[in-house]
């Protein structure tokens, strides 16, 4: 034990050591959410329906749009 005791800077190389891994996990577990992500995203870019239903939306929104500004017109 007093061995590891003797080398120079023993804490800073442990917290050093110990950050290392633990950032290696974080980032791991990053990468794993920034995948299901981007794999999300990949899903409503290709869906037919999700196209359909944002138009829909824009139509509606416009629709609304035109109307406000005839009423605000009076």
Same mark, same amino acid.
């Given at each position: 034990? !007093? =061995? &590891?005791?003797? &080398?120079?800077?023993?804490?800073?190389? %442990?917290? *050093?050591? !110990?950050?290392?891994?633990?950032?290696?996990?974080? &980032?791991? =577990?990053?990468? #794993?959410? $920034? @995948?299901?992500?981007?794999?999300?995203?990949? *899903?409503?870019?290709?869906?037919?329906?999700?196209?359909?239903?944002?138009?829909? #939306? $824009?139509?509606?929104? @416009?629709?609304? @749009?035109? $109307? %406000?500004?005839?009423?605000?017109?009076?």
């Amino acid at each position: 034990m !007093l =061995a &590891v005791c003797e &080398v120079p800077r023993m804490p800073i190389r %442990l917290r *050093t050591f !110990l950050f290392k891994e633990e950032f290696k996990e974080k &980032v791991d =577990a990053a990468m #794993a959410d $920034v @995948n299901l992500f981007k794999k999300g995203c990949e *899903t409503l870019k290709s869906s037919e329906s999700f196209k359909s239903f944002l138009a829909l #939306a $824009v139509g509606i929104s @416009n629709a609304l @749009n035109q $109307v %406000l500004d005839f009423l605000r017109e009076f």
